[in-house]
Structures are given as structure tokens and as C-alpha cells.
Nanobody, 117 residues
Framework: VQLQAFGGGLVQAGGSLRLSCAAS????????MGWYRQAPRNQREMVAV???????NYADSVKGRFTISRDNGKNTVYLQMNNLKPDDTAVYYC????????????WGQGTLVTVSS
């Protein structure tokens, strides 16, 4: 299983970015995909996750600003980030967890999001 993320970049505070992550390989129909982030000197933290049936969970710090979605036919997960803040600056990693076919916890290569004040 491989994950490839796209969409990071530099944006001013209050702006928006959309991240996408495509999974390839032996993808089981039931899985959880999500986004995590890691800022300098911080631990990696969950941003948002979504199951294959559409259930979502968000970190409190992004609720109301970020929206996670997915296209099961394309094995792709998206993160729409609005009203970005400097504290959102981090490397964002996509993640896939599945229990069958090729069970495991998989990570993408990370994409840098920088929010300037």
C-alpha cells in the first residue's frame, strides 16, 4: 500500500488550502483514512479521520474550519482547510488503516503547510 499526498503550500492567515491523498495497492473496502500533522518540536497529532462509511472525527482545534471527505472509488481522501491560522503550520501526513488484504497502518510522505501571519 502506498499513499501520495498533494496540495501543501504557503498561505496567509485566513486563507484556504485543499490537501488530497491517493492510496494505491491492496486497499480493502473497509478502512479508515485520515490526516495527521507534526509541527516543529511537537508530536504528531490527529487532525481528522474518516471511515469508509463516512463517519468522521476532528481535533478540537480544527472543528468548524477543516472538512475531511473521501472518494472510495478513487481511494482518495481530501482535507479542505479554511480560515487557516499560523498554528496550523506543520507537515501534514495522510494515513490509512486497514485490517484485511494488506493489513497495517500506512503513512504518506508528508506535505508542508505554512501559514503566515
Amino acid at each position: 500500500v502506498q499513499l501520495q499526498a498533494f496540495g501543501g503550500g504557503l498561505v496567509q492567515a485566513g486563507g484556504s488550502l485543499r490537501l488530497s491523498c491517493a492510496a494505491s495497492g491492496f486497499i480493502y473496502s473497509t478502512n479508515e483514512m485520515g490526516w495527521y500533522r507534526q509541527a516543529p518540536r511537537n508530536q504528531r497529532e490527529m487532525v481528522a479521520v474518516i471511515t469508509s462509511n463516512g463517519s468522521t472525527n476532528y481535533a478540537d482545534s480544527v472543528k468548524g474550519r477543516f472538512t475531511i471527505s473521501r472518494d472510495n472509488g478513487k481511494n482518495t481522501v481530501y482535507l479542505q482547510m479554511n480560515n487557516l491560522k499560523p498554528d496550523d503550520t506543520a507537515v501534514y501526513y495522510c494515513n490509512l488503516v486497514q485490517a484485511k488484504w494488506s493489513p497495517g497502518n500506512y503513512w504518506g510522505q508528508g506535505t508542508l503547510v505554512t501559514v503566515s501571519s
